[in-house]
């Protein structure tokens, strides 16, 4: 397939700039895979569609602040402006980072930052990338970072002044991601009681998020793209639970395309999924066989997209972008911040 094939012409004004407040007030398109019945109704509503067989699984990666403008010290007399996205960790105090501009960050450079007890070292260039090592450890780095990095929201976000608590999920616990899993984001503490009490079960995995998952699919033959690696997740119990509600055909509900990414990459050819601590970069676009999940709750997602191919995999492509054109001819928001949908 083509790239070309997922792209549709999105009108900005359609782009939310902000979350909905309350978060379960946004809209919600609700799909029937196998009659192509659509209904709409608000967020909150959801809680009408779930039952005791459903299973939510949520991400609880939590979202760190990872995205510094400052000035640094070039030599002893030159300061310079630069823009450092953490991208991903490589191991305890080195990071992948893009960092603007680079054209004087050369190896072996050492960069003190003014007002602050951090610095670091380009170890490594890779394109146009930057693998940096830090000096601080795993804690005072944490601390640092708090103190001087700001959130690093998606690039059609112009403005935004909320919190970091205000860009994590109600699941959110383990830190690091750069982006957040915004299709969790919808759901409030108030909606999850009213799951619960209906006997939804509710489960966690982990897949931690980086800024790659912006990066637009530049191969026009779509099989020739090569997906960025993301850290994944499960731990012994959550698998053994979730195998449990497979076997008695109770509905697995992925929150958003990471929850999707993670469990598909932890189940085996036997429909077994594996509690494991891996990296993965699995790549989903149609005609893939979905192993593990039966549901999906899901934003609208960027044209030509890795992410849109991931939903046109379990849904079909040009009904997908006929709901796409739907929405936004009946003001739905898009992206992270705005409306979803839940294709059933």
């Known amino acids: 397939m083509r790239t070309s094939d997922f792209h549709y012409n999105l009108d900005p004004k359609n782009i939310a700039q902000f979350p909905a407040s309350p978060r379960d007030s946004s809209k919600l398109m609700i799909i029937d895979r196998k009659t192509w019945n659509l209904e709409e109704r608000n967020f909150c509503d959801i809680v009408d569609y779930l039952w005791e067989n459903d299973v939510l699984v949520f991400n609880e990666t939590k979202v760190i602040k990872a995205r510094l403008n400052w000035l640094i010290i070039l030599n002893k007399w030159k300061e310079k402006e630069v823009e450092i996205f953490l991208l991903s960790q490589k191991w305890q105090n080195t990071w992948e980072c893009a960092v603007f501009p680079w054209e004087r960050l050369k190896i072996g450079r050492e960069i003190f930052f003014l007002n602050s007890n951090l610095k670091w070292i380009i170890k490594e260039i890779t394109y146009s990338w930057r693998i940096i090592e830090f000096n601080l450890e795993w804690v005072e780095f944490l601390d640092e970072i708090d103190r001087i990095w ?81 850290h994944i997740e499960i731990n012994e119990e959550t698998a053994d639970k979730l195998n449990k509600y497979k076997q008695e055909w109770k509905n697995i509900i992925a929150v958003g395309t990471t929850v999707i990414r993670t469990l598909e990459s932890m189940t085996d050819m036997n429909w077994i999924l594996n509690s494991w601590e891996k990296e993965t970069n699995i790549f989903i676009y149609p005609w893939y066989n979905f192993k593990f999940i039966n549901n999906i709750i899901t934003n609208f997602h960027l044209p030509e997209s890795s992410l849109i191919m991931l939903i046109s995999a379990f849904y079909d492509r040009e009904k997908l972008l006929e709901i796409y054109e739907y929405a936004q001819n009946n003001n739905y928001r898009f992206f992270s911040f705005w409306d979803a949908m839940f294709l059933r």
């Open 150 to 230: 700001s959130i690093p929201l998606p690039p059609y976000i112009v403005k935004w002044e909320q919190t970091l608590d205000q860009y994590n999920t109600i699941f959110a616990k383990e830190e690091w991601s750069a982006a957040a899993p915004t299709a969790g984001l919808h759901f409030t503490e108030g909606l999850i009681e009213k799951l619960v009490k209906k006997w939804v079960k509710i489960e966690k995995v982990l897949l931690h998020i980086w800024l790659w998952t912006f990066k637009p699919v530049q191969k026009e033959n779509i099989e020739e793209h090569i997906i960025h690696y993301e």
